[in-house]
């Protein structure tokens, strides 16, 4: 496992001279809030659809009373209603990755009669894609310090006895990095391992009592701490 030594290369994968200094992060505008076109207008839609998961007959109520505020003025409101509201918020990308969706329907073998209805529906999977979404986990100069590159082992001080908190302190993590370590091409790497997780949501904003079954993923490098405290070290896929 010694040789997973997780060296600093470039976006290319090749590794950089030592103590050569990381490529500077590429920002964006603070006044950049693209899909919105400002700030208000990306609040509004976080406290209407988040924050307070307004029904869609109340937003536009909302909307329309704001709306008659603003005629006077010969202005509008930030968006026209629910749907353009809920556009807006489709188009919203999750750290440069965009949403994108296939669908599926069951193609197995069917009963003589009373075939159950789920084998006749067409089912929607929305998505990021995975790979998008692990990378902007590594490039999250956030959680920097409190990253784990490679797998190890903890002991006290006071009695050499073996202690366990982080993913990347357990005995798994360890033996993987031996496998992954045979192969020459991967010396000088490290190991990312991806932790996922699923569970049934039931969302009845907007949807209509709808059942959900999101797929979240997480990276093991990165300490408990910050996992726990949700700083984009999970990620719905």
Same mark, same amino acid.
Not at 160 to 167: A, G, L, S, V
């Given at each position: *496992? ?15 001279? /030592?103590?050569?200094? $990381?490529? $500077?992060? +590429?920002?964006?505008?603070? +006044?950049?809030? =693209? ?8 609040? *509004? ?35 026209? &209603? ?9 188009? =919203?990308?999750? #750290? ?14 069917? /009963? &003589?009669?009373?075939? $159950?209805?789920? *084998? &006749? ?6 998505? %990021? ?21 490679? $797998?190890?082992?903890?002991?006290? =001080? ?9 993913? *990347?302190? #357990?005995?798994?993590?360890? &033996? ?7 192969? /020459?091409?991967? %010396?000088?790497? =490290?190991?990312? /391992? ?25 990276? #093991? ?8 405290? %949700? ?7």
């Amino acid at each position: *496992m010694y040789v997973l030594l997780a060296r600093p290369c470039d976006e290319n994968g090749v590794f950089l001279p /030592p103590g050569s200094p $990381p490529k $500077p992060l +590429s920002d964006k505008s603070s +006044s950049d809030w =693209t899909p919105y076109r400002n700030c208000v207008e990306f609040e *509004m839609a976080e406290y209407l659809f988040a924050e307070n998961q307004t029904p869609a007959g109340q937003i536009n109520k909302l909307l329309d009373l704001w709306a008659s505020t603003l005629k006077k003025h010969n202005d509008k409101p930030p968006f026209a &209603d629910f749907r353009d509201l809920y556009k807006t918020i489709d188009k =919203t990308l999750l #750290g440069d990755v965009r949403w994108q969706s296939f669908s599926v329907r069951y193609n197995g073998e069917r /009963p &003589d009669t009373d075939a $159950p209805p789920w *084998m &006749d529906q067409v089912f929607d999977v929305w998505y %990021h894609d995975p790979r998008e979404v692990i990378r902007n986990m590594l490039a999250n100069p956030d959680y920097a310090k409190e990253f784990d590159y490679r $797998p190890y082992h903890k002991f006290s =001080t006071d009695d050499n006895e073996r202690q366990w908190k982080d993913f *990347m302190s #357990g005995d798994w993590a360890w &033996d993987q990095a031996d496998i992954i370590s045979k192969d /020459p091409d991967s %010396h000088g790497s =490290t190991f990312v /391992p991806v932790v996922l997780g699923s569970d049934k949501t039931t969302v009845s904003v907007a949807t209509g009592n709808n059942e959900y079954y999101p797929l979240y993923a997480s990276i #093991g490098n990165v300490r408990n701490n910050v996992r726990r405290a %949700h700083r984009d070290a999970v990620s719905i896929i």
